[in-house]
């Protein structure tokens, strides 16, 4: 009896996966000719200092706003891009309209360091360093005021190589964050073999503080673990009053969070921008 009321009709048709499925092919389709037609955009997400408050950096986000299916999230189509190849063309195209919009910045006079997430397949491409100096030479802007984002699953697909490409990377004066600490491995041997100079500390790991008296422990060792090594962290995903607070105890370096910014189309981030460098 009891089997008989938990077992399910067996469906050999889901029309929940089919419509799933469909849906993925159109994405994948639509997101190769959104990319030919430049029809990304990017949005840019303010990094607030702990102690001054005021916006010393910013993320770049890249944003599909597709003509029937309205508003994409980057965290359905990123990894459809990365599965079908075009994470490079993509990246490229971020990578390019970003550059741009720094040398905005600097035309205002409001420079300030703009992150930018690099794809592993992208990275690990033979010709990544040269495309990247080549291109921030040709868009004329002043390398230092890009920083580029990978998270451990891109660099720890082959660590030496990552190693190789991160050295040679500052090397020619690209700063170098590492994104979403707290997710995957995260192992801390890591932070000692990769040559980095941020950490983005994940907003899961922010969302453990109201749940877990022990992790407000673990966060601040790990920010003073951080310092140790020389790196400035960055908190992601910051959206109460009680974490900004939290994080200004344990003395993080940068808030990126909604309780400050949400990400915002290029113009409205430059007049943010601009507003609060002036004060
Ligand atoms: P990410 O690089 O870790 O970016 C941070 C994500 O957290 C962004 O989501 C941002 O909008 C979101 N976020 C920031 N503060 C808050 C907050 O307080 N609350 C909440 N709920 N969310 C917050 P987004 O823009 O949807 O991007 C998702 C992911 O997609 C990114 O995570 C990144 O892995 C990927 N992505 C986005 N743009 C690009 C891109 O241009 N290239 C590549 N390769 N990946 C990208
Ligand atoms: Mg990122
Ligand atoms: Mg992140
Ligand atoms: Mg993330």
């Known amino acids: 009896l009891a089997q008989a009321s938990t077992s399910k009709p067996v469906a050999l048709y889901n029309s929940d996966h089919a419509s799933q499925a469909l849906r993925r092919i159109r994405i994948e389709a639509d997101l190769k000719e959104a990319i030919d037609q430049q029809a990304l955009n990017v949005h840019f997400q303010p990094q607030v200092n702990v102690s001054s408050k005021k916006i010393v950096a910013a993320e770049a986000l890249v944003r599909w706003n597709h003509p029937e299916m309205g508003m994409i999230s980057p965290a359905e189509f990123i990894p459809i891009a990365e599965e079908s190849g075009m994470i490079v063309a993509l990246g490229e195209v971020v990578f390019v309209k970003t550059l741009k919009t720094l040398k905005s910045l600097d035309a205002l006079g409001c420079s300030v360091p703009v992150s930018i997430n690099i794809g592993s397949d992208h990275f690990l491409m033979g010709n990544f360093v040269e495309w990247c100096v080549n291109t921030v030479e040709k868009e004329q802007v002043a390398i230092q005021f890009v920083k580029l984002e990978l998270t451990e699953s891109a660099l720890l697909s082959s660590l030496e190589d990552g190693v190789r490409v991160l050295d040679r990377l500052r090397e020619q004066g690209f700063k170098i964050a590492l994104d979403d600490f707290g ?49 400035q962290v960055v908190v992601e ?30 113009d409205e981030f430059i007049r943010v921008l601009s507003e609060s460098t002036e004060g």
């Open 183 to 231: 997710t995957g491995y995260s192992s801390l041997s890591y932070l000692l073999e990769l040559p980095l100079d941020q950490l983005k500390i994940d907003k899961q790991f922010v969302d453990m503080l109201s749940k877990d008296k022990r992790s407000e422990k673990l966060l601040s060792h790990l920010v003073g673990m951080a310092h140790e090594l020389e790196l």
């Open 237 to 266: 995903g910051v959206e109460s009053e009680f974490q900004v607070a939290f994080m200004e105890h344990a003395e993080a370096d940068l808030i990126q969070g909604y309780y400050y910014y949400k990400p915002l189309p290029q």
